[in-house]
């Protein structure tokens, strides 16, 4: 009986020394394939950004080889002069910092008092306009521009900076933000700077917009990304390269004559991405959670 | 002295009143500024979209000519239009489907809060941030059919080279495939912190319910998550009937059409064609789609925003 019992424990921790053993081999496994997963995810997902920059310090010779190679033999960075030199580079470039910091600075203006005047006030007509504001959020460029190409050109605006900038002089998504921001400021604070004898301005910069600081900086984040990065806009609101900004110079490239140059493309496409890449290098977790806090709301 | 304070009093009660009608007038001095540009430059080109197909006008010339519902029917006649509409929906059909799916799967393989996974949704995010255009120019490189790295890969498994770009049976996949690059850590992203956002509570109630990986998928995350999902759709709908970038520079919409969208061919039709009413006809059909979707958007903004 008691020989039996030790033999039952020798196989019970038989048994379960292999189950640990099975165990640890399936772990492994496992962490094997969650490994080869994530190569793969940094493969597809990053490499051909790094394909943009190789073949950007390729020479002609080498971006015609076949199979193509993985580096160039010798880096070629006089490419980089030779893409900006090929287009205006520096005024696409000048264009696109008018445009942008225009779009930025005007939005300022008229977001903040909209914001904080549907949050704040009541009056007749809020809800209506408050709807209008909302709905105009999901009308797409892509739908007005045609009705508005006519409009500009009767008020002889085409090619200038006004067609780019005046449409997005301010934006529904942003004020939609700062007023859900605004509404959550405590009523008490408030009437306790009024009490002090705050006038309606102070009390804006001193107490909301110092509360609004991380909206205010997303609103900004994703304005200056999707401004910078129009390629819709400039292109179809101009007829010339007079106010044209750096997304569409670069993509003008591809219409030369003699066949695309991709060596000179990419090192041009380099330099487009360069500010975005570096503002996201800097800034991707809030970036990140700037893009996806419409989605969690 | 009397007279002095009757001056007086009348005096403050115009203040007062000049006052309160600044007081009245202030919300709407606010919000001007925004009101008015928002009326004049994208809801009132809507309106106008709407005149416009209603005349036969080239763009240049200064008369415009009426023709009623002419542009409309000569658009609801043309295969064109047609194939130009089945393009549009396969298009957002396979963008939504691949975009969530695919979106889900690096989701559920990435939800845990470790570095590395932080650094991997950082990588699968970062093409999301950058213009389409560099996108599109840095795709057609890759994909071109000679030199390109795509045909590269395949040659060195022994494949032979695909036309991405030029097959009529390719090019709408191969834009798909794009936009599906890009966009997927978006839906990765939104729909990790859906799945961060279920409480424990519930998988500890099916692990002492002995239920399986698929049972507690089933019946516990996916009908936690699918608003999520179904907003991402919402929001990647309207996204895909707005495609435009990709076509203009890799494509034209061609070739023989295979890809030309109803936004690129509002586009030719207004500019390069130079037939402004009927380039606004198709306007009002993507509208109409726009407006669908939109409708179905703030249903469920609302819904989601009265949870919170």
């Given at each position: 009986m008691v020989f039996d019992n030790a033999q039952a424990n020798a196989k019970v921790a038989l048994d379960f020394e292999g189950i640990a053993r099975r165990r640890a081999a399936l772990a492994w496994v496992s962490r094997i394939g969650r490994w080869a997963?994530?190569?793969?995810?940094?493969?597809?997902?990053?490499?051909?950004?790094?394909?943009?920059?190789?073949?950007s310090l390729k020479t002609l010779g080498e971006t015609m080889q076949f199979p193509p190679t993985l580096l160039p033999s010798e880096p070629q960075w006089s490419n980089y002069d030779g893409a900006i030199s090929s287009i205006p580079f520096g005024k696409y470039l000048l264009n696109s910092v008018i445009v942008t910091l225009a779009v930025l600075a005007l939005q300022t203006v008229t977001v903040v008092p909209a914001a904080y005047a549907f949050s704040q006030y009541r009056f007749r007509g809020r809800g209506l306009l408050f709807g209008v504001t909302l709905v105009t959020m999901m009308v797409p460029a892509q739908l007005v521009f045609l009705p508005l190409f006519v409009l500009f050109a009767k008020m002889q605006m085409i090619n200038t900076y006004w067609s780019l900038i005046l449409p997005f002089a301010t934006s529904a998504f942003n004020i939609f933000m700062l007023r859900q921001t605004f509404n959550q400021m405590p009523v008490e604070l408030?009437?306790?700077?009024?009490?002090?004898?705050?006038?309606?301005?102070?009390?804006?910069?001193?107490?909301?917009?110092?509360?609004?600081?991380?909206?205010?900086?997303?609103?900004?984040l994703l304005t200056f990304i999707s401004t910078w990065n129009d390629y819709f806009w400039p292109l179809v609101l101009t007829t010339n390269d007079a106010v044209r900004t750096l997304p569409v110079g670069v993509a003008s490239m591809r219409a030369s004559e003699s066949g695309i140059n991709y060596h000179l493309l990419m090192a041009a496409n380099v330099l487009l991405c360069l500010p975005i890449m570096v503002v996201y290098l800097f800034a991707n977790k809030h970036i990140i959670k700037a893009f996806s806090y419409i989605g969690d709301k | 002295m009397a007279a002095a304070a009757a001056l007086q009093l009348e005096a403050d009660k115009a203040k007062r009143k000049s006052h309160s009608v600044l007081h009245a007038i202030k919300p709407y001095l606010c919000i001007a500024p925004a009101i008015v540009i928002l009326a004049v430059f994208w809801v009132y080109p809507i309106f106008n979209m709407g005149y416009l197909s209603l005349f036969k006008w080239d763009l240049i010339s200064p008369t415009m000519k009426f023709v009623g519902l002419q542009n409309f029917q000569k658009l609801f006649a043309d295969p064109q239009f047609w194939q130009t509409l089945a393009n549009t929906l396969i298009y957002t059909v396979f963008v939504v489907g691949l975009g969530?799916?695919?979106?889900?799967?690096?989701?559920?393989?990435?939800?845990?809060?470790?570095?590395?996974?932080?650094?991997?949704q950082a990588v699968i995010f970062s093409p999301y941030v950058v213009s389409l255009a560099s996108i599109a120019l840095l795709w057609m490189w890759i994909m071109n059919r000679d030199f390109g790295l795509l045909n590269g890969v395949l040659g060195f498994f022994g494949i032979s080279a695909v036309d991405w770009l030029g097959d009529t049976h390719v090019t709408l996949a191969s834009l798909i495939l794009i936009s599906v690059w890009k966009s997927i850590g978006y839906d990765a992203l939104i729909l990790v912190s859906a799945l961060q956002g279920i409480p424990q509570h519930l998988y500890e109630a099916a692990r002492l319910d002995r239920a399986g990986a698929w049972a507690t998928f089933r019946s516990i995350t996916f009908p936690m998550i699918s608003p999520t999902m179904f907003f991402l759709v919402i929001v990647d709908v309207i996204a895909s009937l707005k495609v435009f970038e990709t076509i203009q520079i890799m494509t034209q919409g061609g070739p023989q059409n295979a890809t030309n969208t109803l936004v690129f061919s509002l586009y030719q039709y207004g500019f390069a064609f130079n037939k402004v009413g009927y380039a606004a006809a198709i306007g009002m059909v993507l509208l109409v789609l726009i407006a669908v979707f939109s409708v179905v958007y703030f249903k469920v903004l609302s819904k989601r925003v009265h949870y919170k």
């Open positions: 997963v994530n190569i793969l995810l940094v493969l597809v997902f990053f490499f051909p950004f790094f394909w943009m920059v190789s073949s408030i009437e306790a700077a009024r009490l002090d004898g705050a006038s309606e301005f102070k009390i804006i910069v001193r107490l909301f917009l110092p509360m609004a600081k991380a909206t205010l900086v997303t609103c900004a | 969530v799916g695919g979106g889900l799967l690096i989701a559920l393989f990435l939800k845990k809060r470790t570095k590395t996974n932080g650094f991997l």
